[in-house]
Nanobody
Framework: VQLQASGGGLVQAGGSLRLSCAAS??????LGWYRQAPGKQRELVAI???????DYAEAVKGRFTVSRDNAKKTVSLQMNSLKVEDTAVYYC??????????WGQGTQVTVSS
């Protein structure tokens, strides 16, 4: 099982970034993104389920869009209108049909003022 994330980087406030994650090794019932800022707990950013329902953190609603390509087994996160407080390490996340959690390597997103 592998979740390979790409994207991230440094951007000015108000800018955009796109994260992508390639999932392999199993079928996931849900794919999404979490983030962890320094000194804070890891938190959900966005998750998309196999029935295409989506949950977003309140802090990113209207700015971030999560999408899933089942054929390519990827999940992406389009982040617009980025804020300094979005700065964190972002983790790709997958949940199996038996609710086991899998994590990709983190990718740093830094938003400068």
């Amino acid at each position: 099982v592998q979740l390979q994330a790409s994207g991230g980087g440094l951007v000015q406030a108000g800018g955009s970034l796109r994260l992508s994650c390639a999932a392999s090794g199993m079928i996931f019932s849900a794919l999404g993104w979490y983030r962890q800022a320094p000194g804070k707990q890891r938190e959900l950013v966005a998750i998309i389920f196999s029935d295409d329902s989506i949950d977003y953190a309140e802090a990113v609603k209207g700015r971030f869009t999560v999408s899933r390509d089942n054929a390519k087994k990827t999940v992406s996160l389009q982040m617009n209108s980025l804020k300094v407080e979005d700065t964190a390490v972002y983790y790709c996340h997958g949940r199996s049909i038996v609710a086991k959690h899998y994590w990709g390597q983190g990718t740093q997103v830094t938003v400068s003022s």
